[in-house]
């Protein structure tokens, strides 16, 4: 009999991880119509612009945590045999038919609502399952579908010193020449594809090999980051344009600081919130257990909540726009807490139920 393999204990702060970057999710859905809706240079459209630039950390945050969690529980099976086929069966079937059954859903209804027979849109329906845009967050299924084809693969070559050694070097380089081929080719949906979000999931999946030694050095140096945070996050928001338009003449050195910018704004926050989970989202941090549970059961259902959110803000939209148009502001903020929690309601009533897993995964 071969001797038991130890597994990882379970990361109980990550539910609160998850919980705020869903929350931040549904923000960025919810304030995109106030951004479009009012003039610029206005105190509302300032206000909304802020927070939906400052949250679009959420979606590389989520491929972030999914990276660190899988090289975190896999790499102790590398040595068993079968985890592979394992690791598809249980990650691809839970992924891919809620995706599958979701843009299903979100393209029939869109077809209903503008008065158009869904049935005799088949070739388009595939089209936009294809390409992830059957509605504008299905764009992250082609992400993570992506990201699990190659996984086994990655995470053999951990095995190789020269590989896990300088593994977050490797993923800079690919994102970097991935950027500087789409400079050259201009080539489209550059958003939908894996390389677009390599430092992430590449720090990710160092700091899941090395978990317990990078929390001490992340916590140690967490003031570092927070300073990264905000000058990397004001510099981003306010002042990409600039640059872009100071530096037309020079474009590699446009995209050179663009590019610096940015991620370093997207795995800054990545890294502060996984700090911030550690710090107040342990068990002897908690200070009110009541708080703690509900955030627990947001994080639980996030994929469950990502997946429903955005229903809520089409119906939202098409029903109380026109009611609120002179407390549009007033309309956002209620669009965000309606979705957030209708959506988390729904989420958890269909995981207590045994086919829950077809529209919310497992």
């Not at 931040?24 to 995109?32: G, K």
């Not at 949906?189 to 430092?199: E, F, N, Q």
């Not at 947001?298 to 098409?318: E, N, Y």
Request: hydrophobic share 55%; charged share 15%.
């Amino acid at each position: 009999m071969s001797p038991p393999v130890n597994r990882p204990q379970r990361i109980e702060y990550l539910d609160l991880y998850r919980a705020i970057a869903i929350m931040a999710v549904v923000a960025i859905h919810a304030t995109s119509t106030a951004v479009a809706h009012y003039p610029r240079n206005t105190f509302d459209h300032d206000l909304f612009y802020f927070w939906n630039t400052f949250l679009q950390f959420a979606v590389p945050a989520f491929l972030f945590l999914s990276s660190l969690v899988l090289f975190y529980n896999y790499s102790a099976k590398l040595s068993e045999k079968g985890w592979i086929v394992s690791f598809y069966k249980k990650r691809m079937f839970y992924i891919f038919v809620p995706y599958v059954v979701w843009s299903l859903i979100y393209f029939m209804i869109k077809k209903w609502l503008s008065g158009k027979e869904p049935l005799e849109s088949s070739l388009q329906f595939v089209e936009q399952l294809m390409l992830g845009t059957a509605h504008t967050h299905l764009y992250f299924f082609l992400i993570i579908l992506q990201f699990y084809i190659v996984f086994p693969w990655i995470l053999s070559l951990t095995k190789r010193p020269w590989f896990r050694r300088y593994m977050p070097l490797y993923f800079i380089a690919g994102q970097a020449l991935f950027y500087a081929l789409y400079l050259k080719f201009q080539f489209e949906r550059t958003g939908s594809l894996l390389p677009s979000y390599l430092i992430v999931i590449g720090f990710g999946a160092w700091i899941g090999l090395n978990f317990e030694w990078m929390i001490k050095k992340m916590v140690h140096y967490r003031y570092l980051l927070l300073a990264a945070l905000l000058c990397a996050g004001t510099v981003s928001i306010y002042f990409t344009v600039d640059i872009k338009t100071t530096l037309i003449e020079w474009p590699m050195l446009t995209f050179t600081l663009v590019f610096l910018i940015r991620n370093l704004f997207t795995l800054s926050a990545c890294l502060m919130l996984l700090v911030m989970s550690q710090r107040v989202g342990t068990r002897e941090q908690r200070k009110d257990y009541k708080v703690a549970r509900l955030m627990d059961s947001l994080g639980t259902v996030a994929f469950g909540v990502f997946l429903i959110h955005p229903l809520v803000l089409l119906f939202w939209r098409r029903e109380f726009t026109d009611d609120l148009a002179r407390h549009f502001s007033l309309g956002v903020v209620l669009s965000y807490i309606v979705a957030l929690l209708l959506s988390w309601l729904c989420a958890v009533g269909l995981r207590r139920l045994k086919w829950g897993w077809v529209l919310i995964g497992r």
